[in-house]
């Protein structure tokens, strides 16, 4: 026990020097930032833009469809899909997507290296349907880009997708029953040439990305805008700095040879990145603030005849195989159930902590200190390995010492990698480990640590996406449209009384026929593609049985309107608030996007915004606990909680 205490004060410790008091607004949305240069960070540089402009655009003006998505990432591409399965026609569906292409983040992301940090097999969407089998365990990303393109085809959606264009403003429209939606798209060399466009659409679903805003951190100095050197952001990786392509899981970045690169961020991209920068540069520079925890990753192809006889071998092979790594990650497996997945993802014994189980679906304020004290001692044998194999491989020991992760595993996105720590055996390869307190300043050549600068030829940034948390989880801010609800409240706006407000975490009253995807009071999993498929199967549902209620042609027929009731949401939202004490295991993280970067708690807070907060928690028993809830529901059969009318 004396270790255990020992190593519980290493924790505290190492949390307390990365806090800050600016918490989240230490970064800024690149988006939104004041520098033309670092806004120009986000332009699309992948589009074919000669080939959009040739397409007939599915959407023109006052067209009204029964379906408008949000997005053309994996939540869009499977809402849509779910729709189709449930009875609706490809034909009464539109997309609209601001990228000139499908797949969400796997259309941005085309960094070297890049891989999904969870088994294809239970991350790509509807393997089943499709047939298709992945060449690894853990798929590239150039490979889940171009399946799901397959999967747009596959389900007659290609021309129903609206590329180059952002959803600016919705607003309800109660007499005529649907969503008036205003459009900006572009069209031309870089889809430049704007123009607006306005529709109208019976129902609206909001699939924008967990981490879908990339930011970068303010910094003094001349700031990173003012470094002359070549800049880009993960998000967008730029090859004609670094040589190779996109089209490639492991390009040639022939064009780094002699130069001195940089890279800001220790998080799970740079994990990929950095052992394929060092493959290339003349120096490679790890600019860190909080080392990651680097578990072996075991990557291997796809064996066919494994993936015939043993993975995809009967009916229902591809939910079974989610719902069993959802059962390990939670650590509620019953004995004797194998571990299908068997990964250092599903051999994780308290992450738990974070995304809920059954074991501790309510926790009373007086049972905190115990809850949390289980995790830590669930995970203390996890996070020993994990430091011991920093140890092993990298062979200086400072450096070693320097890349050791003390925080419990749940605090910050595992990561895994067979050659990451390896990397640093390379002589040209230098971790410039900043203590917890980041980068000091930007010159005109390089970044300054500690008061050395660190003269560099190219900068990479992989400092991530804006915080989920972040306006309250407000889902139309991440889908950057100003949305307006009956009476012309806001989200923010509606929620503003009681804090969020959600029947099962898709839909809210006030806002009919809207749906949204987010982790707030619905379900969590470490395998994102879970969570997303479970609300778009849900979300088909509702849709369907409440048109099948207007007869025979139930589907066909216009002016049906869904909303959330007021007490069904208020039910729901008191069964989060309850469940939301089991969450306090983040009060022990070191600061991250997880947790609002260390400002999960405000010690100021009163008690109805302590009620607030608790609202927007995760569901507590956990994902599979959350799946059950809904099949019941849908059992039911009455669609409980929600008012049903037509015109």
């Given at each position: 026990?004396?270790?255990?205490?020992?190593?519980?004060?290493?924790?505290?410790?190492?949390?307390?020097?990365?806090i800050r008091p600016d918490g989240i607004a230490q970064y800024q949305t690149l988006s939104e930032s004041d520098s033309d240069r670092l806004r120009h960070l986000v332009d699309d540089i992948w589009a074919d833009h000669t080939a959009l402009d040739a397409q007939t655009p599915p959407l023109a003006p006052g067209d009204c469809p029964k379906f408008l998505i949000v997005g053309a990432g994996l939540g869009g591409i499977v809402a849509a899909v779910r729709l189709i399965q449930a009875g609706f026609s490809a034909d009464q569906i539109r997309i609209v997507e601001t990228a000139g292409g499908v797949g969400g983040t796997w259309y941005w992301n085309r960094y070297?290296?890049?891989?999904?940090?969870?088994?294809?097999?239970?991350?790509?969407?509807?393997?089943?349907?499709?047939?298709?089998?992945p060449s690894n365990k853990y798929a590239p990303g150039v490979e889940i880009r171009n399946y799901l393109k397959d999967v747009v085809k596959r389900w007659n959606l290609e021309d129903k997708i609206l590329f180059r264009t952002q959803l600016d403003k919705l607003e309800w429209d109660d007499g005529a029953r649907v969503w008036k939606a205003d459009l900006t798209t572009g069209r031309g060399p870089r889809g430049a040439n704007k123009s607006t466009l306005a529709?109208?659409?019976?129902?609206?679903s909001l699939t924008a990305g967990l981490l879908s805003r990339p930011q970068v951190p303010k910094l003094s100095g001349v700031g990173i805008e003012g470094f002359k050197g070549d800049v880009f952001h993960t998000s967008l990786w730029n090859y004609d700095v670094t040589g190779g392509s996109s089209e490639e899981a492991f390009p040639d970045l022939s064009k780094l040879k002699d130069k001195r690169v940089g890279i800001l961020g220790t998080g799970a991209t740079a994990i990929q990145v950095v052992p394929c920068l060092a493959q290339y540069a003349k120096e490679v520079y790890v600019f860190q603030r909080t080392p990651s925890s680097v578990y072996p990753r075991g990557q291997k192809l796809t064996d066919p005849e494994e993936w015939k006889t043993k993975i995809a071998s009967k009916p229902g092979w591809q939910s079974a195989r989610i719902e069993n790594l959802a059962a390990h990650l939670s650590n509620n497996a019953p004995p004797g159930v194998p571990d299908l997945?068997?990964?250092?993802?599903s051999n994780q014994p308290a992450y738990a902590a974070l995304i809920g189980d059954a074991d501790f679906p309510f926790v009373t304020p007086d049972k905190i200190p115990?809850?949390?004290?289980?995790?830590?001692?669930q995970d203390a044998p996890n996070t020993a390995k994990v430091r011991a194999r920093v140890a092993e491989i990298v062979q200086d020991k400072d450096t070693a010492e320097k890349l050791t992760p003390w925080y419990p595993a749940w605090c910050k996105r595992p990561t895994f990698s067979d050659t990451y720590l390896q990397t640093f055996n390379k002589p040209h390869v230098h971790l410039v480990d900043t203590d917890g307190k980041g980068v000091s300043s930007v010159t005109p050549q390089g970044l300054v640590v500690n008061g050395t600068e660190f003269p560099l030829d190219v900068l990479v940034l992989g400092t991530g996406y804006e915080t989920p948390g972040a306006s309250i989880g407000d889902p139309s801010k991440r889908a950057g449209v100003t949305l307006l609800g009956r009476g012309g409240q806001t989200i923010p706006q509606k929620w503003a009384p009681t804090g969020v407000a959600t029947l099962h975490g898709y839909a809210s009253p006030g806002f009919p026929n809207l749906f949204f995807l987010s982790p707030m009071q619905a379900g969590v999993s470490g395998n994102q593609a879970h969570p997303l498929d479970v609300h778009c199967q849900q979300i088909a549902h509702v849709a369907a049985a409440a048109h099948r209620r207007a007869g025979p042609d139930g589907l066909a027929k216009s002016g049906v309107v869904i909303e959330v009731q007021d007490k069904a949401a208020e039910v729901w939202s008191t069964r989060i608030m309850q469940g939301a004490a089991r969450f306090a295991t983040m009060a022990t993280c070191t600061p991250s996007y997880i947790n609002n970067e260390g400002h999960l708690v405000d010690p100021n807070a009163t008690l109805e915004d302590q009620i607030k907060r608790a609202r927007m928690s995760p569901y507590s028993a956990g994902m599979l606990e959350f799946v059950e809830e809904l099949r019941k529901w849908r059992e039911e059969g009455s669609l409980s909680g929600f008012d049903v009318s037509f015109s």
């Open positions: 026990m004396e270790e255990f205490g020992r190593i519980q004060e290493k924790y505290a410790a190492e949390a307390a020097k990365r070297p290296g890049l891989h999904c940090d969870v088994e294809a097999y239970v991350y790509m969407p509807l393997l089943e349907e499709t047939g298709f089998m529709v109208k659409a019976e129902f609206v997945v068997n990964d250092a993802w115990e809850v949390i004290g289980h995790f830590l001692m």
